[in-house]
């Protein structure tokens, strides 16, 4: 079965401090890959996707084929990046979530 | 464009009960996946529906099901209601076809009591 890692459940940085949300997979084909993000009572919604290869919000995340991840990074945290973080492989039609992530970027 | 919304947005019923959730997708979408959030599994998929048909489906029991119609609006039913049912249900909607986003609705929050 397809499988996506996130092992830690809460990072804890200092505003301006760099970030590195980390995700490892499992899957027997070509993956694609993304990263949703939830901030406080907002829904879930789309970050960045490694197909893309875009920046937003500072975020990167590059696919590592070898080492099967796709960490989320961020060279200076800012306080309103605190969210929880969730990465996600598409198989077929739907996605497969890791549990998560909470970054809380203290001031 | 309006997004995916969801209704009712919170819901508490008691076990043995059965429950249907609505969900409106963006216009033009004609995918609707729907997805279980709760604390202790995450966020796991339930089903997909593209043009009134199932197209895949997760590991739930037959209790969860769902439909689709005509114009793309969704529907989810739980019976036989259990105390593990208490979840954040959220519906995302897409066009459908290949590297098409997901955009998530704001879900509806069900407690079994």
């Known amino acids: 079965a397809q499988r996506v890692t996130q092992p830690e459940k809460l990072l804890s940085v200092f505003k301006g401090a760099p970030v590195e949300l980390k995700c490892n997979y499992s899957y027997s084909g070509s993956p694609e890959l993304f990263w949703y993000v939830q901030y406080s009572r907002q829904r879930l919604q789309l970050l960045l996707r490694?197909?893309s290869r875009e920046s937003i919000k500072g975020f990167t995340a590059d696919l590592n084929k070898g080492e099967t991840s796709f960490h989320l990074k961020k060279p200076f945290a800012q306080e309103e990046d605190s969210a929880m973080y969730y990465c996600a492989l598409k198989e077929g039609d739907k996605l497969v979530f890791g549990a998560g992530t909470i970054l809380r970027v203290k001031s | 464009k309006a997004g995916v919304t969801q209704t009712p947005r919170y819901l508490i019923k008691t076990r043995g009960q059965q429950v249907t959730l609505s969900c409106s997708p963006i216009s033009g979408h004609r995918s609707v996946s729907w997805y279980q959030q709760t604390p202790g599994q995450g966020l796991q998929f339930l089903f997909e529906?593209?043009?009134?048909?199932?197209?895949n489906k997760g590991n739930f029991p037959g209790r969860f099901s769902g439909r689709q119609f005509s114009n793309s609006r969704s529907e989810m039913n739980v019976s036989t209601l259990e105390l593990g049912d208490s979840a954040l249900y959220l519906c995302?909607?897409?066009?459908?076809?290949?590297?098409?986003?997901?955009?998530f609705g704001p879900g509806t929050r069900l407690t079994v009591l």
């Open positions: 490694h197909i």
């Open positions: 995302a909607s897409s066009q459908g076809t290949a590297n098409n986003e997901q955009f």
């Open positions: 529906y593209f043009s009134e048909t199932q197209r």
